[in-house]
């Protein structure tokens, strides 16, 4: 299974930018799905998660600015980053828990990580 990002860039204080990622691979169901980010020197944070169900979750720091949502037909999460601050200056991840098609039969999930995509706020 792999997650493959999409979407990072430059952009200024103000701005917005939506981040995507595709899980591809032996893929029989995915659950919650989620955006990470880690700013230099920092732990890794949460930043939004989604059920399968699309019930989601927020940090805090990003509630009424980001927007998580998924495409379950296309293995596919997004995040829509919007009035972007300094201090969202990190590398995203995306997490996803799967079955694969070699635990179908005991639904076994795996956790599952993309390999980051940087974002930059700065004027």
């Known amino acids: 299974v792999q997650l493959v990002e999409s979407g990072g860039g430059l952009v200024r204080p103000g701005g917005s930018l939506r981040l995507s990622c595709a899980a591809s691979?032996?893929?029989?169901?995915?659950?919650?799905m989620g955006w990470y980010r880690q700013a230099p020197g920092k732990q890794r944070e949460l930043v939004a998660t989604i059920t399968s169900g699309g019930s989601t979750n927020y940090a805090d720091s990003v509630k009424g600015r980001f927007t998580i949502s998924r495409d379950n037909a296309k293995n596919t999460v997004y995040l829509q980053m919007n009035s972007l601050k300094p201090e969202d200056t990190a590398v995203y991840s995306c997490?996803?828990?799967?079955?694969?098609?070699?635990?179908?039969?005991?639904?076994?999930?795996?956790?599952?990580w993309g390999q980051g995509t940087q974002v930059t706020v700065s004027s």
């Open positions: 997490n996803a828990g799967v079955v694969t098609l070699y635990n179908l039969y005991s639904r076994k999930v795996d956790n599952y």
């Open positions: 691979g032996s893929i029989f169901s995915i659950n919650a």
